[in-house]
Structure formats: C-alpha cells, structure tokens
C-alpha cells in the first residue's frame, strides 16, 4: 500500500495542505468542486512508483486555510500558489499538472501562463477557464448547465448545500460513485469527512465568487490570463462523453486554446473519470506522461 505523507506549505497568508508519495520527476493534481486532493488518490498509488505524486487541497477546501477575502480564490492567485509549491517541492524544475473540473480550468489557465514550467498538462472534463467565461458569455446550453456557479452562493441552495456538515451534498454528490467495486465504504467516509470541515463548502463557492461574473455582464477583464490565451504545452484532455457540466462541443473550439492537443473520450463515464474509471485514467495518463 502507497504511503501518503500529509504536509502544509505556507504561501503569503494561507497553510495549503498537500499529500504527497513517490519519488521521481513531479506531477502535481488539483480537484474539482466539491471534491479535494483525495479525488486522486487511485492515480496517486498508480503513478507513485514512477513519480512524485502531490495532491493539494485549493484554499477554502478541507484541511487548507478558509479565507473570507476573495482575493486568494481569485485565478491569479490560486496559479500563483500552485507555481509556489512546486518551486517549494522541486525549485526551478519543470513539473507536469493534473486537474480536474475546476482544477482542470485552473491547469489550463497555468499552461497559458507559465507554459515554461510545465512538461505536460491533463485535464479531465474541464475547458480553460477562459473558454468557459467564452461559453457562460455565448452559449445558451452552457449557461443552463451552469446555473448552480450562481444559485449555491446564498438562499435555499446555499443552506441546503452547508446545513448539518454538507450531509446534503455529500449524499447527492457522491451517489453517483457508491455502486462501483472500487468505491469502498472507507472512501465514502474520507470524502464525507472532508467536505464536512467547518466553512469548506462555502471555502469552495468562493472559487465561483471570485472568478465567475454575472453572465450577462461578462467583459474582456474576466478572462484570465485573456480572452485568448493559449498554450503549446504538450496538453491530454481525458473526457467523460456522459458529463453534464460542460457542453461537448467546446472540445470542437479547444485546439484554440491548446495547440498540441490529444484527446481521448470515454464512453459510458460521466464528470468524474478518476473516480468512475480510474484503471482506464491510469493508463492514460502513465502513457501520455512517460512520452
């Protein structure tokens, strides 16, 4: 069984907790909403052997510091700890980025940004971040599927969603996962665990709060780092056909945003192929990532 060793790293005012395993050249692996670093825990064991594996938990998210400001949430500054921590880990080397949701948004925004400090980037089921700004802007469809970035930030959702530790969400969140093999009662109890610690749900939100405007007030100061930012990094998007968060055809328009591009599409997988998957998203990602 693949040691996990928990660890904070200090950024400006914020204690981000990251876990790490392995040795060898770096990966590191952001989560989505509502998930954090243990969403990658099946990749983590598997790619341990060959590599330095770290999984951090986002600011507001289980075990990481819970500002009230929004300004650490801001896109700019969730890259800027990313860039930090790897410096932390591995100074000036070049390191490879996995992410998820809105850790796969973030993961293509750090391309755009610092295409320099990456070998390679991966996201699953996510657009950049300033291709969803594009499609909350443009795209009836998307905006409808999108709602929730806007509901859960107060009323009736928002209490639904915090009340007694996020038991609400965490029992509709994660149904989806409870009749695979490979997700045992114990996963279930460390996912229930993390999203209970006090103010993380809200902690989460404010990744929306801070980056996510008004749709019908999207201006060109909401893309980040622009509105047509692209990368050359060697880039992997791993897509669940089954999702509904994100409109398939952004992947139509993503050569755009990342020019050296490979795609894969998983038939039968919904938002969250790490978890419905995770043997399929192991090989992907050791084949792309040993290249």
Do not use: C
């Not at 005012?13 to 770096?26: F, I």
């Not at 980025?97 to 996510?126: M, S, T």
């Not at 045992?184 to 996912?191: A, G, L």
């Amino acid at each position: 069984m693949t040691e996990f060793t928990h660890s904070y790293f200090r950024h400006q005012n914020l204690a981000l907790h990251y876990v790490e395993a392995g040795s060898g050249p770096l990966v590191i692996f952001y989560h989505g909403f509502p998930l954090f670093w243990f969403s990658f825990h099946h990749q983590m064991r598997a790619l341990a052997k060959h590599y330095r594996v770290v999984a951090i938990d986002g600011p507001g998210v289980n075990l990481s510091s819970k500002p009230e400001d929004l300004d650490p949430y801001r896109l700019s500054s969730l890259i800027e700890q990313v860039d930090a921590l790897a410096h932390h880990l591995t100074g000036s080397a070049r390191f490879s980025l996995v992410g998820h949701d809105w850790g796969g948004a973030l993961a293509w925004a750090f391309a755009q940004q610092y295409p320099d400090r990456l070998n390679k980037v991966v996201a699953l089921n996510a657009p950049p971040a300033n291709q969803l700004i594009h499609l909350l802007a443009t795209n009836p469809d998307q905006r409808t599927r999108s709602r929730y970035m806007w509901s859960m930030r107060s009323g009736e959702v928002h209490a639904w969603m915090t009340e007694n530790g996020a038991q609400n969400l965490w029992q509709q969140a994660y149904a989806r996962f409870r009749d695979l093999p490979h997700y045992t009662p114990e996963h279930d109890e460390t996912f229930r665990q993390g999203l209970a610690q006090p103010g993380a749900i809200d902690g989460g939100i404010n990744w929306y709060r801070a980056n996510i405007p008004v749709a019908t007030e999207i201006g060109d100061a909401d893309y980040w780092p622009s509105k047509t930012a692209a990368t050359t990094v060697p880039a992997l998007l791993i897509w669940g056909e089954l999702d509904d968060t994100f409109v398939a055809s952004f992947i139509d328009d993503l050569p755009a945003y990342a020019s050296n591009l490979t795609v894969h599409r998983l038939k039968d997988v919904g938002h969250s192929p790490m978890l419905e998957v995770p043997d399929a998203v192991n090989d992907l990602l050791r084949n792309f990532l040993s290249d």
